[in-house]
Structures are given as C-alpha cells and as structure tokens.
C-alpha cells in the first residue's frame, strides 16, 4: 500500500497569497499517477488535477500541479475566497488506490 | 449530463448487512469503471473498492475485504456495494464515483450508520 502524507494540515492564508500543498508518497509513484482534489464542507469532492499536473475540465489556470517519484505539489497562485477548503491528493499507481489525509486551507 | 445517484443507506446494527446502490446516467456506464470511496465523521477520504467496465476485475480495501462485495449490472447502469458484517468503524458517508483511476464525477453520498 502506498501511504500518502499531506502537509501541512492547516494553512491560514488570505485571499490573493500564494500557496503550495504538499503530498509525499512512501514509494515511488513512477508513472505520475497522482490526482488532487478539494472538498468543501458537505459537499462530494471535485477533481483538479489528474497524472500529477493535468488540470481537470473547468478548473482555473491558478491551480497547477507538479512533481514526480514520491513528492508531489499543488500551487494556487492567487487564492480566491471560493478556494479554501480541504484538499486531497490520490495515488492511482497501485491496484489499491488510496488517499492523503488532507490539508485544510483556511481564511486567515 | 452524467449524474451518479446513491441509495441505500441508513442505520444498521453491527453485524448486520447493508447494500449500497448507485444509479448512473449520461454516460455510457459499460465503458467505465466505477469506485466506492467513504468518508467517516469528520474524516479524510478513504477508497473502498472498485471494479472495471465488464466486472472482470475486482479490488477492495484490505480492511474490507471479505466482508464487502462491489458488483454492477451494466444493463440497469447500476454499481452495488454488498456490505456484511458491519462495524462501527465502517459508519461513513459512500460515494459512488465514475473512474478507476482518477475521479471525476462522484455521487451525492450516502451516510451509512453502524450502531446499536
């Protein structure tokens, strides 16, 4: 099972800052096979980005995701009110598939 | 317009049994593998099972395993999710969601209780 750790777990930021979410695996994820996504407070979670760096349909060009082998980055490049929330990143390198624990982005 | 409706839940006793249906529309359902990932109170995302377009294939949780079964009937464009032998710590919103691999499209949830 590849276990995947998010840090940190909160960040208190404000609208318009910089951020970058972090999500290291504990084996290499050769292929890229990493998705992100965020979940506000009851609702389902919606896809960001797919193969690491891959923006999903819809999703604003402020979100950007990077890396490779075991570490893995989300960029927001200038937070929107609409973007706190919790986000997750997912491996799909393994049968198995499994999530992080999250980050939670918070309003400062 | 893909749409995944999830039903089934509610309140069960531990030990008892449960199924978990998701109806899916908008797509073509056989082309597409489909997942169960739960979320516990107040908790992460954890992926419970999933299954590829023809139910060939089949994986699960490991804490799952033996006691949950995900089946589909492409004809009725439906995904199941048998659940046995209940626990307390299997009490969690199920979403259904579209994919193997990333996803998505996801469900609504549907809070399944484990209590006496």
């Known amino acids: 099972e590849i276990v995947l750790t998010q840090s940190p777990g909160t960040l208190s930021l404000s609208p318009g800052e910089r951020t970058t979410l972090s999500c290291r695996a504990s084996?290499?994820?050769?292929?890229?096979?990493l998705a992100w996504y965020q979940q506000k407070p009851g609702q389902a979670p919606r896809l960001l980005m797919f193969?690491?760096?891959r923006r999903a349909t819809g999703i604003p060009d402020r979100f950007s995701g990077s890396g490779s082998g075991t570490d893995f980055t989300l960029t927001i490049s200038r937070l929107e009110p609409e973007d706190f929330a919790v986000f997750y990143c997912?491996?799909?390198?393994?049968?198995?598939?499994?999530f992080g624990q999250g980050t939670k982005l918070e309003i400062k | 317009e893909v749409e995944l409706v999830e039903s089934g839940g509610g309140l069960v006793q531990p030990g008892r049994s449960l199924r978990l249906s998701c109806a899916a529309s908008?797509?073509?359902?056989?082309?597409?593998?489909m997942t169960w990932v739960r979320q516990a109170p107040g908790k992460g995302l954890e992926w419970v099972a999933r299954?590829?377009?023809?139910?060939?294939?089949?994986y699960y949780l490991d804490s799952v395993k033996g006691r949950f079964t995900i089946s589909r009937d492409n004809a009725q464009n439906s995904v199941y999710l048998q659940m046995n032998n209940l626990r307390a710590e299997d009490t969690a919103v199920y979403y259904c969601?579209?994919?193997?691999?990333?996803?998505?499209?996801w469900g609504q949830g549907n809070l399944v209780t484990v209590s006496s």
């Open positions: 969601a579209r994919g193997g691999a990333w996803y998505e499209y």
């Open positions: 908008g797509f073509t359902f056989s082309a597409h593998s």
């Open positions: 299954m590829n377009g023809d139910g060939s294939e089949r």
């Open positions: 084996q290499s994820i050769s292929s890229g096979y």
């Open positions: 193969h690491a760096s």
């Open positions: 997912q491996q799909y390198e393994t049968s198995a598939r499994t």
